[in-house]
């Protein structure tokens, strides 16, 4: 049997491989094993405008209307933002939004979708 580590949230220790990702058949739970080991090591912890705890592929909303440099536009207020990836730069995510493009935001002006 391999030696995958047993799931975060429920410490059920029937969890699998699925790609780059780490399955949890009880509760469903999906997650990195990168993401566990940086949260062992004590790394940063990114929390949304509210204090939620954000991950890599988490969906998110906009809660400000963002305006964009160069006169692209504006992101408005309650503009979901799907499969955001966490980065240790000026701006804390990367993400792609419908419409606009490839973009980075601050964690200050999203709210995480539960």
Same mark, same amino acid.
């Given at each position: 049997m391999?030696?995958?580590?047993?799931?975060?949230k429920?410490?059920s220790?029937?969890?699998?491989?699925?790609?780059?990702?780490?399955?949890?058949?009880?509760?469903?739970?999906?997650?990195?094993?990168?993401?566990a080991?940086?949260?062992?090591?004590g790394?940063?912890?990114?929390?949304?405008? !509210? +204090?939620?705890?954000?991950?890599d592929?988490?969906t @998110?909303?906009?809660?400000? %209307?963002?305006?964009? $440099?160069?006169? #692209?536009?504006v992101v408005? !207020? +309650?503009?979901?933002?799907?499969?955001?990836?966490? @980065?240790?730069?000026?701006? %804390?995510?990367d993400? $792609?939004?419908e #419409?606009?493009?490839a973009?980075?935001l601050?964690t200050?002006?999203?709210?995480?979708? @539960?």
């Open positions: 391999s030696a995958l580590p047993p799931c975060p429920c410490s220790e029937y969890t699998y491989e699925d790609g780059a990702q780490l399955v949890c058949p009880e509760c469903a739970h999906e997650w990195t094993a990168g993401a080991d940086a949260a062992e090591e790394a940063r912890v990114y929390r949304d405008a !509210v +204090g939620n705890v954000l991950q592929g988490d @998110v909303t906009v809660i400000k %209307d963002l305006k964009l $440099k160069g006169g #692209g536009g408005k !207020v +309650g503009t979901k933002v799907k499969n955001i990836r966490l @980065v240790d730069a000026d701006h %804390d995510i993400c $792609k939004i #419409g606009f493009g973009m980075s601050k200050e002006f999203v709210k995480k979708v @539960v």
